[in-house]
């Protein structure tokens, strides 16, 4: 059968002539969310942001019988460690930038300096999509290393970084479902993520999502699928 409504948590007015909002619910409480499907009869929860993913929520629902459409914990830390995720892509022989992780900041700004600028500086943990620094030169990085490892500039997700190298092009994301062993892809989409004009400035969430994305052709889908 169809779906008879669509409910949000928490909700907006953009969203409010196509679900209903439900801006008291704490989506981080598996309990409150089954118990909300319960009263309300609802059939599938799907779990967008990543922060109740990392945080347990689809196991939760899962042990509540609540059926839901998102990763579990372990396989969210994908998302929660960029650290945890350099390793697995790495150790798959994954293409990616070369990159080390570090939790004291003087470390952190030898290796900057070995390495030189442009270069790119990231909080291991979520810091929703504006964790990641740019920077144009050594001193730039060091600043942003010892602000993060020392000054605490992102919280608890900066108390480790990770160092990568700067890849210049388009970026893109391409997404797919998995059940752990077969793949289905879903598509691309970019957005903008530079604050400023031309792509300056320090990163946003991401603005202005388009999909599909142009860059990701037949060809780069078969590499990616494939490859």
Do not use: W
């Amino acid at each position: 059968s169809g779906c008879s409504e669509v409910l949000c948590a928490p909700g907006n007015a953009g969203i409010e002539a196509h679900a209903r909002p439900l801006p008291a619910l704490d989506v981080s409480d598996a309990a409150a969310v089954a118990a909300l499907c319960e009263a309300e009869g609802v059939r599938l929860v799907v779990v967008g942001p990543e922060a109740p993913l990392v945080e347990g929520l689809a196991d939760g629902l899962r042990e509540r019988g609540v059926p839901v459409f998102g990763p579990s914990k372990a396989a969210s830390e994908l998302e929660g460690s960029k650290e945890f995720m350099k390793d697995v892509v790495a150790a798959a022989g994954v293409p990616t930038a070369a990159y080390k992780s570090f939790s004291e900041a003087e470390a952190a700004c030898e290796y900057i300096a070995s390495r030189g600028a442009p270069i790119v500086v990231k909080t291991d943990g979520l810091a929703a999509g504006k964790g990641v620094i740019v920077a144009a030169t050594v001193e730039e990085a060091q600043a942003a290393a010892r602000g993060m490892l020392e000054e605490g500039t992102f919280g608890d997700s900066g108390q480790r970084i990770v160092v990568e190298d700067f890849l210049e092009g388009e970026e893109c994301s391409f997404f797919a479902v998995s059940d752990g062993t077969n793949v289905v892809p879903l598509g691309g989409a970019q957005d903008h993520k530079a604050v400023g004009e031309g792509d300056t400035g320090l990163n946003t969430g991401g603005m202005g999502a388009y999909s599909p994305a142009p860059v990701i052709t037949a060809d780069v889908e078969r590499a990616i699928m494939e490859e």
